[in-house]
């Protein structure tokens, strides 16, 4: 018989078992689909939402009517651009009609997706079976001690991209192409696709109405619609998208040794008590997965500043178990007592609330004795003194308490331009001097009779003081009236029944320059008259010489001053 010359071993090398099971075994039945999307499905995608989910229509005489949805050829869409619509083959314009055609593809620069290896230009999701024919448990796997081998499938990771497509819609009216506009636009953003396929997400640019009048009234709107896709070719150079591997049930390492560990099925060939660690079953029945093994460099740890092992210098070969124990000169348990001769580290903390640092401290800090600093103190938050504070100057923002005594005297500011607040009452005993003139006394004294050059006036005893004194004067100043004449006796003298009001102490004597008169409207100069109270009757002199004329009984004389009522 003749027999087949045996594979090279360089060859056998790059032969993987694993890769080359069928996805159609018999009695391995493979539900797992292959996977695949291409342009055509994007296309679909579109034209099937757009006829199913869409439905634009219009209404023709109280009917509805669908709106078709179709591709446009190259040919198709250079008519379109010629002509700005379609025709049938009776030469009919076709309306409604909503045509688009795919403008473009691009990478999707937020999805980045790197193939390393050109040669095979795949990238791999792996995801495992949850249950197979080949990953079934059993209580005899159990008791055998053999693990279920795993079903895992590779799947190929598309190339996503962006779509681009034109779109142009044809209505005889602008109600028709209104309501179309309105359901394309309601579902922009959604995930576009047949149920149970794959979907991808739209987004439509602004609509852009025109109306055409070039032999045909026609309402169009164009719009773009952008799809985020993705690209995943069924084959490529003869290499399925989705792939499925079975692990082993069992793997057994064997190493160059002295002495055969275990046969061919697994079993140990050591006697009772000759194996490794001992606990083989007499005739070598038992089965043993684990055996030592003795390496040429060995692994030594050796104790440093600080560390102490108890077993230092010495390798570790893996022939002998070897124990460690590490220690150090202390205790550094959290209730230990710690000492060491200088630390440095970038922050100390304390319990949970104070920690030190190069740049200052943070939480409450209590010192018991003296402090003394030979720089600067700032404190950013309250500082309470219990004792005496002894300074040579103070410089104060804000004052919200002070000393209850103080000896001595105390100056505030050193130059005109400082500018002293205080809220709240500002009691003071002694004088106040203000820019060299003494105030020793607030007086409240209605009447002011004192007089004093050192007293200031309240409110109150200004006030009294007017109502009181001054009142008679506002009367005085306010009164104003007006009075005719009620005769005039000879030619130099007219009577008025009027008294003069009378003039409050400290005031001039009411005269006739508290008086203006008019004749017969005309003014009557103050040098040439006179007055003089008789009575209840005021008379009017006047030098007839100085004014030019007689007084007539006829004359009207008017009067407007300090007459008393």
């Not at 348990?333 to 943070?362: H, M, P, R, W």
């Not at 309470?384 to 000393?403: C, D, K, M, N, R």
């Amino acid at each position: 018989m003749a027999r087949n010359k045996p594979i090279p071993r360089s060859q056998r090398l790059l032969f993987n078992r694993g890769e080359k099971i069928s996805r159609n075994s018999p009695g391995a039945k493979d539900d797992v689909k292959n996977l695949s999307v291409g342009i055509m499905d994007m296309d679909s995608a579109i034209m099937y939402y757009f006829n199913e989910v869409i439905k634009p229509d219009i209404t023709v005489n109280k009917e509805k009517v669908k709106v078709p949805c179709i591709y446009a050829s190259p040919e198709r869409w250079v008519s379109i651009q010629k002509q700005g619509f379609l025709r049938d083959k009776k030469r009919q314009v076709i309306v409604p009609l909503i045509a688009f055609k795919r403008t473009g593809m691009s990478r999707d620069d937020n999805m980045p997706v790197d193939k390393l290896d050109a040669n095979e230009p795949n990238l791999h999701y792996t995801f495992q079976k949850r249950y197979s024919q080949q990953n079934r448990f059993d209580k005899f796997s159990v008791l055998q001690n053999i693990a279920p081998n795993r079903e895992y499938y590779n799947v190929a990771m598309p190339d996503y991209v962006e779509l681009t497509y034109e779109f142009k819609v044809w209505t005889s009216y602008i109600e028709q192409m209104n309501r179309i506009v309105e359901k394309i636009n309601y579902s922009d953003g959604a995930y576009w696709g047949e149920p149970g396929k794959m979907k991808f997400r739209s987004k439509i640019d602004s609509f852009s109405d025109a109306i055409s009048t070039d032999g045909e009234r026609l309402i169009t709107t164009t719009f773009n619609i952008t799809l985020n896709g993705y690209i995943l070719p069924e084959s490529f150079n003869s290499q399925a998208t989705t792939k499925k591997y079975l692990t082993p049930k069992k793997l057994i390492v064997r190493e160059n040794t002295s002495k055969t560990l275990v046969d061919s099925e697994g079993k140990s060939l050591f006697a009772p008590g000759e194996a490794p660690g001992g606990g083989a079953d007499a005739g070598g029945e038992s089965f043993k997965d684990i055996f030592g093994i003795s390496v040429g460099n060995t692994l030594t740890f050796t104790q440093g500043t600080g560390v102490t092992l108890s077993n230092s210098g010495i390798g570790f070969d893996g022939s002998a178990a070897l124990t460690q124990a590490m220690s150090i000169g202390q205790s550094v348990a959290t209730t230990a007592t710690v000492e060491f001769n200088q630390v440095t580290a970038s922050k100390l903390q304390l319990d949970s609330g104070t920690i030190y640092t190069s740049t200052g401290i943070s939480g409450s800090l209590g010192i018991t004795g003296s402090l003394q600093t030979s720089g600067d103190i700032t404190v950013l938050g309250d500082a309470t003194i219990s004792g005496v504070l002894t300074a040579q100057e103070f410089h104060t923002t804000y004052t919200s308490g002070s000393i209850v005594f103080a000896s001595g005297s105390t100056q505030l500011g050193d130059s005109i331009d400082d500018t002293h607040n205080f809220t709240g009452s500002l009691k003071t005993s002694g004088s106040f001097v203000l820019n060299g003139y003494s105030v020793n006394e607030i007086s409240n004294d209605t009447t002011m009779a004192d007089g004093s050059t050192t007293a200031l006036v309240t409110e109150n005893a200004a006030k009294s003081y007017v109502d009181s004194t001054a009142g008679d004067a506002q009367t005085y100043l306010r009164k104003q009236y007006v009075k005719s004449s009620a005769s005039i006796t000879n030619a130099t003298t007219a009577s008025f029944t009027a008294v003069t009001a009378s003039a409050p102490t400290g005031y001039t004597t009411t005269n006739e320059n508290d008086f203006i008169f008019f004749i017969n409207g005309q003014y009557m100069e103050h040098n040439a008259l006179a007055i003089q109270q008789k009575g209840s009757s005021l008379e009017l002199h006047v030098h007839t010489g100085s004014i030019g004329y007689d007084l007539e009984s006829d004359d009207e004389i008017l009067s407007i001053g300090k007459f008393n009522s």
